[in-house]
């Protein structure tokens, strides 16, 4: 007809089909904005519960006397905790001594992305013990510290900066004192960094995190 | 190329491509309650989908049912991860990325469908097969679970509520199970294995209607 690369006239009801489309799609967008809004108060909910979960499972409850989120705090701290974010500082308190501290940091480097510890660390600074609170690892294989290595967080307690010595304080496959699991290097090598870097944080600024006293 | 949907447009077949596009579940199929979650997950997206494309089938043309099929695909998985991290956020923790994930899956089961317009064919085919699918990763993830930990619907309570935790049970004392059936890895095994017996069964059962004849 036209020349051979001519582009074909659009019909009317070509554009109002397209048209009608793009109104759809663009009402479904906006219901989904409504999901987003109205769950989110949700998910922050539960996200929070997470993290009081957490901290329950690691301080056992008579050994603190004071509200852990009250008295919570804030930190910046890139090279040590992982995020140039905020990371929040947990102080534990009994009868007015300080008993631990514990830690909200990122381990940067996980396989998919960063994770979320929570480590409790005792005044004197042996670690009490690691929880995850948020992760991307791959079901099934970086998971494993969940449902099949359960009890591979749990190794971490009683260790300190000099339990294993510096050099050790890694997987075993770089040298080091910790077990990876099956299928998986990566996850726990990003785990056992994040955990002695926040070992070292808090040997730097242990006074400075008791310093204000919350009451 | 958009709207060819037989084999000739691939070099691999299209059972094939549709078998390799639910594969990625299979990482989330190593616990019953895991993997009845996927399947429900699979089953809403795919029923959601079909019927907004279904509704707006007069609208799309050829050219651009795919990428109509992808931009409703992912804004109701986008949907359905939202409620989930809202209402069962447990289980949306457990499944990890292969929530939003489910995109991809369904994405290449409308591009590969024999329907030629986004109507009620398209609908009953995406059904069908996630219907089949679902049903496999149950049972993938029953057979998984029992030689994996040797239980069933292990921290069934987690997943979907304190209620739930009656159906926890632990079939046989293992400390550590055939590890290979809860790594992914081991789904691969199992999926042959479920195909081979497939095809055992049809076989016989063809075989034994052709001597009946």
Known sequence: MDTPNAPEPRSKRHWTSNSALLAALAALTLVLVWVAQTTQERIAANQRSGITAGLNALMPKGSYDNDLLADAFTVIAPDLLGTDRPVTVYPAWRDGKPVAAIIRPIAPDGYRGPIELLVAIAYDGTLIGVQVLQHDETPGLGDAFEKREAGWLDDFTGRSLQNPPQQRWTVRRDGGDFDAFTGATITPRAIVKAVRRSLEFYQANRDRIFAAKGN | ?213
Do not use: K
């Open chain 2, 1 to 213: 190329m958009l709207d060819a949907p037989d084999n000739s447009t691939t070099a691999v077949p299209r059972d094939t491509l549709l078998m390799l596009a639910l594969c990625p579940l299979l990482a989330v199929s190593d616990t019953v309650p895991n993997a009845i979650a996927t399947a429900i997950s699979l089953l809403l997206v795919v029923a959601l989908s079909s019927s907004m494309l279904w509704l707006l089938a007069r609208f799309i043309d050829r050219d651009i049912r795919w990428a109509a099929g992808m931009l409703v695909t992912a804004l109701v998985t986008a949907i359905v991860e939202r409620s989930m991290s809202a209402w069962f956020h447990e289980i949306r923790q457990s499944l990890g990325v292969f929530v939003p994930l489910l995109v991809c899956n369904v994405a290449i089961v409308y591009r590969f469908s024999t329907a030629r317009s986004a109507g009620m064919r398209l609908l009953r085919e995406a059904l069908a097969l996630s219907l089949a699918a679902a049903a496999a990763l149950v049972i993938l993830g029953i057979a998984r679970e029992l030689v994996g930990r040797g239980s069933l619907f292990h921290d069934a309570s987690h997943a979907f509520g304190a209620w739930a935790s009656f159906a926890e049970t632990v079939v046989f004392d293992v400390d550590m199970g055939f590890l290979l059936a809860m790594l992914p890895p081991g789904a691969f095994f199992a999926v042959g294995l479920l195909l081979a017996l497939y095809n055992a069964v049809h076989n016989a059962h063809s075989q034994r209607r052709e001597a009946g004849r």
